[in-house]
Nanobody
Framework: QVQLVESGGGLVQPGGSLRLSCVVS????????MSWYRQSPGKQRQLVAT???????NYADSVEGRFTISRDNSKNTVDLQMNSLKPEDTAVYYC????????????????WGQGTQVTVSS
């Protein structure tokens, strides 16, 4: 079984910062891409940031320059540092990972965390 558990959400004022963390646990051989998504009420889930196993990153235009994604391959974690937060960043943030569970095949399975609420409000 594989679990992704997020932490670090909460309430913050506009212009403030939050750091989200996600820990992957279970039977894992390796983790390919790790990502953060977010979903606001009435809207589709959208990709916020992705980081590959080699550290290549990609950001949504709306967060470029304000958010930073990072990972620790030794600990199976991915973080999202969020600075200069805006009310429109309010959403449930989800951790996502493409995981290989066996060294004996190339099968990759996509997993989601349960989400953590981020609210930006004065």
């Amino acid at each position: 079984q594989v679990q992704l558990v997020e932490s670090g959400g909460g309430l913050v004022q506009p212009g403030g910062s939050l750091r989200l963390s996600c820990v992957v646990s279970g039977t894992i051989f390796s983790i390919d891409s790790m990502s953060w998504y977010r979903q606001s009420p009435g809207k589709q889930r959208q990709l916020v940031a992705t980081i590959t196993i080699n550290g290549r990153v990609n950001y949504a235009d709306s967060v470029e320059g304000r958010f930073t994604i990072s990972r620790d391959n030794s600990k199976n974690t991915v973080d999202l540092q969020m600075n200069s937060l805006k009310p429109e960043d309010t959403a449930v943030y989800y951790c996502n990972a493409d995981i290989r569970r066996s060294r004996w095949n190339n099968r990759v399975t996509n997993y989601w965390g349960q989400g953590t609420q981020v609210t930006v409000s004065s």
